[in-house]
Every structure is written in structure tokens, then in C-alpha cells.
């Protein structure tokens, strides 16, 4: 069974130490059975690929996350904006949320600065079945609170889960808030999308 680690008592706030208590957790483990739906996807996605969507805006990345999570793949969503919200608005509710914030209250929450608990349970994820899709929404809050170049090893990382689980991970990112060589090695380490007509469309594009 796995637990999370919720802060009690922190010194910040005057306490003489910090504390946390163990609280069963069903971070990572939530099961979405497959969906049946007739007709096609409406954005194509080869399992194995890291796609890279550059955006100003997260609406894609959540639309192809709603259309993978209708046509049978289990969504895993890392995410800088209140879960409940996002499930509402593109109709989310089976997909699991990790929640980038520091207020740990929520069984979703995880916090931004610790990169290697969100690479393990993004890495169970992936291997507790078939399917996995992956949305990183969260990737200039990432590098805000670490690095470039440790948020880029960690996509590099999680590139390779990807790749032998024949998984996808979706990273979005806005080209504005990098610097240009930032984003040309972010290129490198992923895959342009096969929907970029759809993208088009969506975003007003011609």
C-alpha cells in the first residue's frame, strides 16, 4: 500500500519542528477502464513518443489529454492548475492529477521542487498497465522552482519510461518563456506532434 507524507508543523510557521504524518495515498494508482468509443480519435498518438506542444495556453494539451482518456488510455495529468477545475472543464474526471503546489492538503498535491518523487510515481504510473498517457502542463513552474536543466533530465528520464512502456508523454510548454537554446534542446529530446493540422484548427491557425 502506499502512503503520502502530509506536513503538520512546519518551523515557518513557528513550530519548533517540522512534522508529517503517513496518510494511505491512491496517488498514482488510480485504474481507468478502457473506454469504448466508435469513432476515431480525434488526435492520432503513437505510443513510445514524447511530444512536444508549444503553446501560450494549455487548452490543446487538456483536449488531446480528454480524447486519449475517451479511446481507452489511462491519463496521468502534472499539472500547475487546481485539478477540480481542470476535470470540469475538459470532462477529466477518470483521469489521476499530481497537483504542482506546495500546499500538500490534497491527496494529489506534490510538490514542485521534488523532481524525483514525481519521476517515481510518474514512473509507476506507466507501468501498472497498458497505455499510459502522460500530460506535463506544468513545465515553466517546473523550471521556476528547480532548473532547466534539471526540469530537461527529467524529461529526459522520463523519455526512456516512455519509450519501453510504449507510453506517450505530452509536455507543454510556451516558446515565450524560454530562452531560444532552451527551447531548441527541448526540441531535440522530443517529437513534433502528429496532429499538428488538428492543432492548427484549435489554436487559429492556417
Known amino acids: 500500500r502506499r502512503y503520502a507524507a502530509v506536513e503538520t ?3 515557518s510557521d513557528g513550530a519548533p519542528c517540522c512534522t508529517h504524518v503517513l496518510k494511505p495515498s491512491s496517488v498514482g494508482l488510480i485504474e481507468v477502464e478502457p473506454v469504448s468509443i466508435p469513432e476515431k480519435p480525434r488526435f492520432r498518438l503513437d505510443g513510445g ?3 512536444l506542444v508549444k503553446e501560450e495556453t494549455t ?3 487538456y483536449e488531446v489529454a480528454a480524447d486519449a482518456a475517451r479511446h481507452g ?3 496521468l495529468c502534472i499539472t500547475r492548475e487546481y485539478p477540480e477545475d481542470v476535470k470540469q472543464r475538459f470532462k477529466l474526471d ?3 492529477f499530481f ?10 498535491a506534490m510538490p514542485p521542487t521534488d523532481l524525483a518523487r514525481i519521476y517515481t ?21 517546473l523550471i521556476s522552482q528547480n532548473s532547466y536543466g534539471n526540469v530537461l533530465k527529467f524529461i529526459q528520464l522520463m523519455n526512456d519510461k516512455v519509450a519501453v512502456n510504449r507510453s506517450v508523454l505530452l509536455v507543454s510548454v510556451s516558446p515565450l518563456a524560454l530562452e531560444p537554446k532552451e527551447l531548441k534542446m527541448l526540441e531535440k ?4 506532434p502528429p496532429f499538428e493540422r488538428e492543432m492548427d484548427d484549435l489554436l487559429g491557425g492556417h
Do not use: N, P, Q
Open 121 to 141: 510515481y510518474s514512473k509507476t504510473f506507466l507501468t501498472e498497465g497498458e497505455k499510459g498517457f502522460i500530460l506535463l502542463s506544468g513545465t515553466e513552474y
Open 59 to 61: 487548452k490543446l494539451s
Open 189 to 192: 529530446e522530443t517529437h513534433r
Open 73 to 75: 488510455w489511462r491519463v
Open 99 to 108: 497537483w504542482l503546489t506546495m500546499d500538500e492538503s490534497t491527496e494529489y
Open 94 to 96: 477518470g483521469a489521476a
Open 49 to 51: 513518443l514524447t511530444y
Open 9 to 11: 508543523t512546519c518551523i
